[in-house]
């Protein structure tokens, strides 16, 4: 049986992880393949790099869920490809991460908690949420960003839990 990448899922979490390419060399740099061949470490820079990629596109297509920190996660795959061990304050931050959003996701009001675990977790629709917990598609989108916003409060505090200026009609602005 062949292995079908989701590609969608795998150029959104590359498009993000592109950002912090600095940070995945960085690690890379340390590779014992790298210091064994100082004439040719940027060619093997290049190939740990794709490698990486190409677990981290593995990975989005066979997950349910995206990584509470796709930064952390693509450390961690780095490191593995660089063949370091484990990093322990990595491990442990991705511990508290998954934790803090548990607890975040378990005082979401029910039907948020619902919507917000149906998408994220099982990764329906929006149209099967809908459709199956009888709401419309605008309470769906709705309940998402109640959660999004939750999350990110949960997961990060202080620095995004400030009130936003809202927008007509009650609606948060995001350009603020």
Do not use: N
Not at 141 to 165: D, V
């Amino acid at each position: 049986m062949e292995h079908l990448i989701d590609w969608q899922r795998g150029e959104r979490w590359l498009s993000q992880v592109f950002e912090f390419e600095p940070a995945l060399r960085t690690a890379l740099l340390k590779s014992p393949r790298i210091e064994s061949a100082p004439g040719h470490s940027e060619s093997i820079l290049d190939e740990l790099l794709s490698e990486t990629y190409a677990r981290i596109l593995t990975a989005a297509s066979e997950a349910d869920f995206m990584p509470p920190c796709l930064k952390t996660f693509a450390l961690k795959i780095a490191r593995e490809v660089a063949g370091l061990p484990p990093d322990e304050d990595v491990e442990g931050r991705e511990a508290a991460e998954l934790a803090a959003l548990a607890r975040v996701a378990r005082a979401l009001p029910d039907t948020t908690r619902q919507v917000f675990t149906l998408r994220k977790v099982y990764a329906c629709s929006q149209e099967e949420i809908a459709t199956r917990l009888k709401l419309s598609a605008a309470e769906v989108e709705r309940h998402l960003i109640q959660a999004a916003i939750a999350c990110t409060k949960g997961l990060f505090g202080g620095e995004f839990a400030r009130e936003r200026p809202r927008g007509p009609a009650g609606v948060t602005r995001l350009d603020s």
